[in-house]
């Protein structure tokens, strides 16, 4: 079965600082991989996604995020926090076959001026 | 595109009157989903539908809530009786197909049952 884990339901941050939020999923096939972010009274919204091809992903308002195999990871980095980010993050997972996204429990991104 | 259309954004009802919450999905999109937002449970898949049929309804969390989609542009989630624990923020969303293509989410409805 396909899973995701992510790391910390709380991460703060000053703003400035670089920003890591953690994802981890389980799965015997590559999968594809998703970043979603939702700000306050808002839907989801896609950031990146990983489909197999480069490895480092670059997203919107400049996330990046980097597909580890050995690793199994899909942790999402942005070199210097804005206030603006300041939201709740999803990692997905697709596993290749499946019909429908396993999303992990989501962690709350806070900026410190 | 307008994206995911859902409505309306906000409702407030009574205990044990029917709730009926909306969605429009992106033209073209053959999957359909409805998800509940609680701080408690966090984001829940309640039911999916691809090409107008339900598909996995375990989500589902008792007989009072029903989803239909009658056609291919239009899907409903009626909750009856509705009842205060049913308060949360729904969530529709669609994808063009599984796989790499991931989902749109609609704003949401934010249902508050008093």
């Known amino acids: 079965a396909q899973s995701v884990t992510q790391l910390g339901s709380h991460v703060s941050v000053s703003e400035g600082a670089l920003v890591l939020l953690r994802c981890n999923y389980s799965s015997s096939v590559p999968p594809y991989l998703f970043w979603y972010v939702q700000y306050p009274n808002q839907g989801l919204q896609l950031l990146l996604k990983y489909t197999s091809a480069a490895t480092l992903v670059k997203g919107i308002n400049g996330f990046e995020a980097e597909f580890k195999k050995s690793e199994t990871s899909f942790h999402l980095t942005k070199p210097s926090a804005h206030m603006s980010d300041a939201a709740e993050y999803f990692c997905?997972?697709?596993?290749?076959?499946?019909?429908?996204?396993?999303f992990g429990q989501g962690t709350r991104l806070t900026i410190n001026p | 595109d307008a994206g995911v259309i859902q409505s309306p954004r906000h409702e407030v009802t009574e205990m044990g009157q029917e709730v009926t919450l909306r969605c429009k999905p992106i033209?073209?999109?053959?999957?359909l989903f409805w998800y509940r937002q609680t701080m408690m449970r966090g984001l829940e898949l309640l039911i999916y539908f691809n090409n107008n049929v339900p598909i996995d309804d375990s989500g589902m969390p008792e007989d009072r809530f029903s989803a239909k989609m009658p056609n291919a542009s239009f899907s409903t989630l009626k909750i009856q009786p509705s009842e205060p624990r049913d308060s949360a923020v729904y969530f529709c969303?669609?994808?063009?197909?599984?796989?790499?293509?991931?989902?749109?989410f609609g704003s949401g409805t934010r249902l508050t049952v008093v």
């Open positions: 997905a997972v697709n596993i290749q076959g499946a019909q429908k996204l396993v």
């Open positions: 969303a669609s994808s063009l197909a599984p796989g790499p293509y991931g989902y749109t």
């Open positions: 033209s073209g999109h053959d999957y």
